[in-house]
């Protein structure tokens, strides 16, 4: 149920505008890096309050700023300001360890904030009158090789990709999400003509590769802190990290196949 209401949000958002997806995407960049660095840090340390705010507004500012056709790139000061802010703030507790911190939160913003930010930028290549959204249309890529991921997986799987990583990842789950990823993103191709038919596939396969990569990589992360999921607030689901686990590796692939493609 409540990854039925997640698609539901996600969907209507889309069908209202940006003006309603991307606050959405708002609260879902703050609940992830409070995810990440509830985790990272210490308790009490101010690099996490301050992570959690400062990273949602460079969200919401780079956001609303790439609507108005200003470049990804004059954000980047701010992107990279804020670690600075917290070696500041430790001069009055010297005794954390606020380089660590600093480089955490870092780390979170280019780990979370920027793949949130490149995702909500897909709606940028809408070619007005070609149909279906090309950012619901990456949602849809990104379902379609969880469910067929999970469908092959559960059903073929036995060879394990990385089993030191996560036993459950197999082979014949990333097959099978690459499969039904491609047969979505040629039916794409016919109803969001944003993107041709070549430039879906590629997406496609972008999408199931390194989706998975980024899957594997949250594992990775879970295990060395020693926790199972990322947080509470989906039930059956874990963490809204967990859930947008593969977003966070495979946005920065496909905004810079993309960029290549199209600049």
Request: charged content about 10%; aromatic content about 14%.
């Amino acid at each position: 149920m409540s990854g039925a209401v997640y698609v539901g949000l996600v969907i209507a958002s889309l069908l209202l505008g940006l003006t309603y997806f991307i606050p959405l995407f708002a609260l879902i960049t703050a609940v992830c890096l409070w995810e990440f660095l509830n985790a990272e840090l210490e308790q009490g340390h101010p690099a996490k309050m301050l992570g959690v705010i400062g990273g949602t507004m460079l969200y919401i500012i780079a956001a609303y700023g790439l609507l108005g056709e200003r470049s990804l790139f004059w954000y980047l000061p701010f992107l990279l300001s804020l670690p600075f802010v917290v070696l500041i703030l430790g001069l009055f507790q010297p005794k954390a360890a606020n380089f660590q911190a600093a480089a955490t939160l870092l780390l979170a913003l280019f780990y979370i904030v920027l793949p949130f930010i490149l995702l909500t930028s897909t709606q940028l290549y809408l070619v007005h009158g070609a149909g279906l959204s090309p950012l619901l249309g990456v949602f849809i890529l990104f379902w379609t090789n969880d469910t067929g991921a999970y469908l092959a997986g559960r059903s073929l799987g036995k060879r394990p990709l990385f089993p030191e990583v996560s036993p459950k990842k197999t082979w014949e789950g990333l097959i099978g999400g690459v499969i039904l990823c491609l047969i979505a993103a040629y039916i794409l191709s016919l109803y969001a003509l944003s993107f041709s038919l070549l430039e879906w596939m590629i997406i496609g396969s972008l999408v199931a590769l390194f989706g998975t990569l980024g899957d594997l990589i949250e594992s990775m992360w879970k295990r060395r802190i020693g926790i199972k999921d990322s947080g509470k607030i989906m039930p059956g689901h874990g963490g809204l990290l967990d859930r947008f686990d593969g977003f966070l590796i495979a946005l920065p692939a496909i905004h810079l196949y993309l960029f290549i493609v199209k600049f």
